[in-house]
C-alpha cells in the first residue's frame, strides 16, 4: 500500500445553491470541469461502489475517547488484514495516544466513521461536514460542508461521489448531485433537481436518485406527496434519464435493489426475484419460485438483495407477525446463472447487545469478506469533564476474515483479527 502524503491544500467549498427544474443540465465550478470529465468518461474506469472501511490491505476504524481535558477525540486505528496486526498509526516514542498531541489522535465527528477512498485517501463524514486525510491521518481537515447529506456516499477510488439537500424555504426543495477530487478541491454539480431526495444508490457508472415533492399545505387527513420519481445521473457527464415516476402514495421503487449493475425486485404474487441490467434495461435474472412464508399467519415480509459472491446472490429474508411479535431472519441464495433459490446456511450466531445476530459483513474484499465474528466485555478508561478518569464496561465485537465459500456453507472458518487494545 502507497503511504504517500496528501500535498495539496483543500479550500472549503461554496455549494451552489439554485435550483433548476428537473432533470438540469450539469452545472460546474470557476474551475471548469469539463476536460477532466471527458478523460474521465473516455477511460476504463472501475463502476461506483460504497465507501468502504476496509480495502485489500487494511481495515480502518476510529475510537470515540476523552482526553485528560474531557474533550471528545477519535482514536485512529488500522489493521494490517495480511498480519492481523492492529495498531494506532504513531511512531512517536513513549505515545500514550490520548490527546491531540498525537498523529492518530483526530478531532471527533458525529458519525464516528473512517473510510477508506484509494491508497492515499481516507474520508470522514459527520456533524454536517465530510473531511479528509492521509492514510495515517495525516494532513486531517475539512473538505466540505454539507449539512443535509444524504447518508450514502459513492467513490470510484478516485472521486467521491454524495448527493446534497439545499436549505429552503430560502430556495425551492432541491437536491444536488456532486463529484467532488479531494487531491485537488476541486468539485462539478452534475445534476440538480427539484424535489426532496430520500435515497442515493449506484449502478454500474450511474448514480439514481430517488426524489419526492409534497404539498405543504395538504390537509392532515391526506396525503402530503404528490409526486414520487428515480433519476439516473452519469457520473462522468452529468447527463440523466428518468428511470421511473411511480405511485407517490408508496415509497418502494418499481426500480428494486442495484447490485452490480443489476437491479433486483421481489414480486410478491409469484414469489420470484427478477433482475434487470439498470444500463440496459433487458432482464437478467428471474429466479426459481422463493419458499412460502417462514411463519404463519398474517406476516409483513422483506427481501434486501446484498452481495454477488462467487455467482451466488445474498437475499437477507426477514418474516414477522402483521400483528407485531417476534421474527425471524435469515438469508437466501439465489444462483444468478440457473435462478435456482436455497437457504444460505447460518453461521453460528454471536451474541450482542443480548440478542443473537448473524455476523455482520463489514466490507467485501476480493475474495473474502471482513466480518464481525465474536463479541467479548471491554472495559476502558475515559475522563470527566473535570479532567478525572472512570472506568466504563461495555463489548466490543471481534472482526475476522472468512472467505467466500466458507461464507456461503456456513462453515466458521475465521482469520481473526487483533482487537484495539
Not at 475510537?63 to 495480511?82: C, F, K, Q
Not at 504513531?90 to 484509494?118: E, F, K, R
Amino acid at each position: 500500500m502507497k503511504g504517500t502524503r496528501m500535498k495539496l491544500a483543500l479550500a472549503a467549498l461554496a455549494l451552489l445553491a439554485g435550483c433548476a427544474a428537473q432533470p438540469a443540465a450539469p452545472a460546474q465550478t470557476a474551475e471548469s470541469a469539463a476536460p477532466a470529465a471527458a478523460e474521465a468518461a473516455e477511460a476504463d474506469l472501475p463502476p461506483l461502489r460504497r465507501l468502504q472501511r476496509a480495502d485489500e490491505d487494511e481495515f480502518v476504524q476510529l475510537e470515540m475517547i476523552t482526553d485528560p481535558n474531557g474533550e471528545y477525540r477519535a482514536r485512529l486505528w488500522v489493521t494490517d488484514l495480511d498480519t492481523g496486526r492492529c495498531a494506532v498509526p504513531c511512531t512517536v516514542q513513549g505515545c500514550t495516544h490520548d490527546s491531540s498531541a498525537c498523529p492518530g489522535v483526530l478531532p471527533w465527528l458525529y458519525s464516528g466513521m473512517a473510510y477508506i477512498l484509494n491508497e492515499e485517501t481516507l474520508l470522514y463524514p459527520g456533524s454536517g461536514q465530510f473531511c479528509v486525510s492521509g492514510r495515517r491521518g495525516e494532513d486531517f481537515r475539512t473538505l466540505l460542508n454539507v449539512p443535509y447529506l444524504l447518508y450514502e456516499q459513492y467513490t470510484d477510488g478516485q472521486y467521491l461521489y454524495l448527493a446534497q439537500q439545499l436549505p429552503y424555504p430560502e430556495t425551492p426543495a432541491c437536491c444536488q448531485l456532486l463529484r467532488i477530487d479531494p487531491q485537488s478541491g476541486s468539485y462539478t454539480v452534475l445534476a440538480t433537481f427539484e424535489g426532496e431526495a430520500d435515497q442515493l444508490q449506484a449502478a454500474g457508472r450511474e448514480l439514481l436518485l430517488h426524489l419526492f415533492a409534497y404539498d405543504p399545505n395538504a390537509a392532515a387527513t391526506s396525503s402530503a406527496t404528490t409526486r414520487r420519481w428515480c433519476m439516473a445521473v452519469n457520473a462522468d457527464t452529468g447527463e440523466s434519464r428518468l428511470l421511473y415516476d411511480y405511485d407517490p402514495r408508496s415509497e418502494e421503487c418499481p426500480l428494486g435493489t442495484p447490485v452490480e449493475g443489476t437491479a433486483y425486485r421481489f414480486d410478491e404474487t409469484a414469489r420470484v426475484l427478477t433482475g434487470r441490467d439498470v444500463a440496459g434495461g433487458e432482464t437478467v435474472l428471474q429466479s426459481d419460485a422463493f419458499p412460502a412464508p417462514a411463519l404463519a399467519g398474517e406476516v409483513a415480509e422483506s427481501f434486501q438483495p446484498m452481495r454477488v459472491l462467487d455467482g451466488w446472490l445474498e437475499v437477507n429474508y426477514g418474516c414477522y407477525p402483521a400483528q407485531g411479535g417476534e421474527g425471524v431472519s435469515f438469508s437466501y441464495l439465489v444462483n444468478l446463472e440457473s435462478g435456482e433459490v436455497r437457504r444460505k446456511p447460518d453461521l453460528p450466531e454471536l451474541v450482542w447487545n443480548g440478542y443473537g445476530h448473524q455476523p455482520t459483513v463489514y466490507a467485501q474484499l476480493k475474495d473474502q469478506l471482513l466480518v464481525a465474528c465474536r463479541a467479548e466485555p471491554y472495559t476502558y478508561t475515559a475522563y470527566g469533564q473535570d479532567g478525572s478518569p472512570y472506568t466504563v464496561h461495555s463489548e466490543r465485537l471481534r472482526l475476522g476474515l472468512i472467505t467466500y465459500r466458507d461464507y456461503l456453507s456456513g462453515t466458521p472458518n475465521y482469520r481473526e483479527l487483533e482487537a484495539y487494545a
